[in-house]
């Protein structure tokens, strides 16, 4: 099964491993620095220019972290996982 996180980008939902609040979960410092780290090896994603609302964590075959950064808030992201696993 697939999840669209905005413009034309899907993630395959096997590979996911969890979306966060990009504004609550940034206030940790913790936080702020695991999407630097991600930022400075290049795995982070900009689904849209629009402000961001949410971020994902992926991993892919080879357990590569990818981090998309969508416009899409984390509620309308869960409703279209869980609809799609019904």
Excluded at 38 to 50: G, H
Excluded at 56 to 84: G, H, M, Q, W
């Amino acid at each position: 099964m697939f999840l669209h996180l905005g413009n034309d980008v899907l993630i395959n939902t096997k590979n996911l491993i969890g979306i966060f609040d990009i504004e609550k979960s940034s206030i940790s410092k913790y936080t702020k620095e695991y999407l630097s780290n991600a930022e400075k090896l290049k795995r982070i994603v900009n689904v849209s220019f629009d402000l961001p609302k949410s971020f994902i964590v992926c991993l892919d075959e080879n357990f590569n972290e990818t981090v998309y950064i969508s416009p899409i808030s984390t509620a309308t992201l869960k409703k279209r996982f869980i609809k799609k696993k019904i």
